[in-house]
């Protein structure tokens, strides 16, 4: 009886560590055109899910920059500093310093506001979500991002340098 207690444990924890770290990221347009991006669904509106395996996504990074740099000889991409980020944020969050970290790591333009202590960007901010009040909030060029998710950032900063 003991041994095969420890059989059932020893398989449930190995099917824990073994499967691939995996996430759904869900993308959406509102009514004005402007795409978010958010680890939660939004209520009532229609998205895109899309599950994002971490060991695939840095396959897929890897031979999209082969491709691109077969393709930057066709067209020039602006480059990093020109990429202007808005982030929306409070001083207490902690995904919000982890998105700050992230953005600068980039080597964008980050506009920061606190929404807290500036009420206008804190309207600012309800009115580029749909109302959703979570930080961080960030604004790529006109790409909405809700919460910190690096994939959505990193993407919607590849897109804008090639406008």
């Known amino acids: 009886m003991r041994s095969w207690l420890i059989f059932l444990t020893a398989i449930i924890l190995l099917s824990i560590f073994i499967s691939p770290a995996s996430s759904e990221i869900y993308k959406w347009k509102d009514k004005d055109g402007n795409i978010f991006y958010s680890d939660s ?8 899910k899309k599950k994002f395996r971490e060991d695939r ?25 020109d990429v202007e980020v808005v982030m929306y944020m409070t001083s207490w969050c902690g995904y919000c310093k982890k998105a700050r970290e992230y953005i600068n790591s980039l080597g964008v333009r980050l506009t920061e506001y606190d929404v807290e202590r500036d009420k206008s960007k804190n309207s600012e901010m309800l009115s580029k979500s749909g109302g959703y009040k979570g930080v961080p909030l960030i604004d790529v060029e006109g790409v909405i991002i809700r919460g910190y998710v690096p994939d959505a950032i990193k993407t919607a900063v590849e897109k804008s340098r090639s406008l």
């Open 57 to 81: 996504i840095e396959r897929q990074e890897t031979k999209e920059s082969s491709h691109k740099s077969e393709n930057n000889t066709l067209k020039e991409n602006k480059p990093y500093s």
């Open 41 to 48: 669904p939004p209520a009532g509106i229609d998205v895109q």
